[in-house]
């Protein structure tokens, strides 16, 4: 087996030296969901995740997301993390997140959302309020996040997040209060391109966090009431 080591790449940052493995394993693993093999794909996505974070030990390690095997590498974390939100598990999708956070500090996965949806599932409102911090106030996750966090807390809803998500982000309102959520064939397509529509960013969220959803119906039932 090719020898695996961390070594400093030209940025400043470091590289994985040998990370096609991961990049490799990422594949198969993905080829295995296509097929139907979702559980063997989930531990074979985890296996290289600790494979991966035995290598990197416990040092602050920065790693470049310019270079294709590495970015391999950021990416495995990232859909074991999905992984195991997916069943429920955020503990463990919370370490994860963090960890690819503590990788890829410019956060090219957009994995700090995630890591949110999380803390508020935790009911770790502080580590919440960090997270939130880094995302936009302007974006639509950051309404939604606000309306989860208030009705976890409280049971009510947050007017102003309300307001926000129906006037400025009409397509991530409609989706989550939405009947049904199909993943047809132009949504499919749209997500093949390079560049979706915002109906189809807002139904790629509702997939990502659909088990919360299912879990906390009470949440989009308030949200469809408001």
């Known amino acids: 087996m090719e020898k695996l080591s961390i070594k400093p790449s030209a940025s400043g940052l470091v590289r994985i030296d040998g990370g096609e493995k991961f990049g490799s394993a990422l594949r198969r693993s993905q080829a295995l969901d296509r097929e139907g093999r979702a559980e063997e794909a989930c531990r074979m996505r985890f296996d290289a995740v600790q494979r991966l974070d035995d290598l990197l030990g416990d040092d602050p390690v920065a790693l470049d997301w ?3 095997a590495t970015r391999s590498c950021l990416e495995l974390i990232y859909a074991s993390a999905a992984d195991h939100f997916a069943i429920g598990d955020a503990e463990m999708a919370a370490a994860l997140w963090e960890r690819l956070l503590e990788l890829d500090e410019e956060d090219h996965t957009e994995a700090v959302v995630m890591l949110a949806f999380c803390y508020v599932e935790l009911e770790d409102y502080d ?53 049904e959520h199909p993943a047809d064939e132009k949504y499919m397509a749209e997500c093949r391109g390079e560049r979706a529509s915002a109906s189809t960013e807002a139904r790629e ?12 119906p009470d949440f989009i039932e308030a949200l469809r009431r408001a």
């Open 66 to 68: 310019a270079d294709g």
């Open 205 to 216: 969220l509702w997939f990502a966090t659909a088990t919360l959803w299912e879990r906390h």
């Open 127 to 179: 580590c919440f309020d960090d997270a939130l911090f880094d995302i936009s106030s302007k974006s639509p996750e950051y309404s939604l996040l606000t309306l989860w966090r208030e009705f976890r807390r409280t049971g009510g809803i947050d007017v102003d997040a309300l307001r926000a998500l129906r006037t400025r982000h009409r397509a991530w309102y409609d989706e989550f209060t939405a009947g």
